[in-house]
């Protein structure tokens, strides 16, 4: 049996083999009637791997590696070691025409008819005309479906071409890159001459809300990378008061990568943070006494830290965070096929013109589990950490450095401090009611 691990002065102990935060007086009933957690494992092989592939439920599109900005912290920016760089290198409309006939195929006795078309770049805006092509012969091929369009964008070319309103007009969900107040946005998403984006982006949100307040609320949501040496409560402060974000549909924070870079050094959850956050939870705490509406922002950093759901698993598996090729499709501008968006190009697994390998699909799926079973079984945190394909990607092979292994444990313990802190003052329930 694993050791329990104590928090806030034995108050709470985490018990491992349980997968149990809990108040250090029930321990011993926990322990002599509580059930331990069953480890099991999931085999693949290429018959498996067919069949997974058919609740693909989105397929990307990228319809170019081309941006109009050069944003500092950016995987694409040169500072990640096994990513492309950008380049004017663009989809055409045969790739994209071939690789919706091969989906199709794929995917037409699905029982759901339900399925999402995304776009990635790059900046996909710059690549407009070839974006109205796919969507138009995706309608014809899925026509008795029903198709949700999605679109990452950093946000600065709405305003051009009658964007918005054709935006609009397919209902698309956009998620557009704000990075909170003007000081902290500029810092980093620049465009290519080194000037600012904010303003722009600003005025771009105002103008959907002024076209439509209800596709506002509905489909757009803010992405906030948030860089070590800026300020999380200047983000929250700007969200919270800025009258706009008051209507948002959602936001969504996470830290700039720094996984195989030269661009940050390693970084842990340290005191500047924690008082920061400090500051913030107790305006959110104090929404939630006073019975006051939390804002978009409010639900995001609550999120950040509600891990109920992970606590909630009985059952464990080494590859319990990764998609086993089922959720996605990733289609670069030269037809090849990845399994999402965030990976970093060295694990092709198919292409237009052949389709899927589905040996090449096994043997990288043994390969991660192989990876995760050597670092994480003897981890005490296994059961609540997220990894999946793209986060331990190296150069064509995976890998778990130590250090990104402390900085799981130092996020994971702190996760649960806050989980604690917010749970004894009813947050997460008063966040989840309607």
Known sequence: MNEQIYFNNKEYSYLPDYNILTNTKTENILKKYGKTVKNRSILLNEALVREEVKRINTIVFELTENCNLRCKYCIYSGHFYFHRKHSKNCMNFDIARKTIDYFYNLLKNSPDNEIGLAFY???????????????????????????????????????????????????????????????????????????????????????????????????????VTHSSELSLLEIYDFFNNKKIFEYIGSISIGDASRINSDLYDNFEYESNRKAEEDRIFEQIKSK?????????IDRAFIEIYNIQDKLDKRIYFHTQSTCRFNSRAFITVNGDFHICERGNHRFKIGDYRNGYDYKKMVDIYYNFKKTLKKSCSRCSYRFLCDLCFASIENDGYFSLSEEFCRDRRSFIEYSMERYIELNQEEVFEYANQK
């Open 288 to 296: 939630v006494r006073e019975k006051k509406r939390l804002l978009a």
């Open 121 to 223: 770049g790059g900046e996909p805006l710059l690549n407009l005309s070839l974006m109205r092509e796919i969507v138009d012969y995706f309608e014809k091929r899925f026509y008795d479906w029903k198709i949700h369009y999605i679109l990452s964008t950093n946000g600065t070319l709405l305003h051009k071409k009658d964007i918005i309103k054709y935006m609009i007009s397919k209902e698309f969900d956009m998620r557009i890159s704000i990075d909170g107040p003007e000081k902290n946005h500029d810092a980093y998403r620049v465009y290519i001459n080194g000037k600012g984006t904010f303003e722009r982006i600003i005025r771009n949100l105002e103008l959907i809300y002024k076209k439509s307040k209800r596709y506002f609320s509905e489909h757009i949501s803010i992405g």
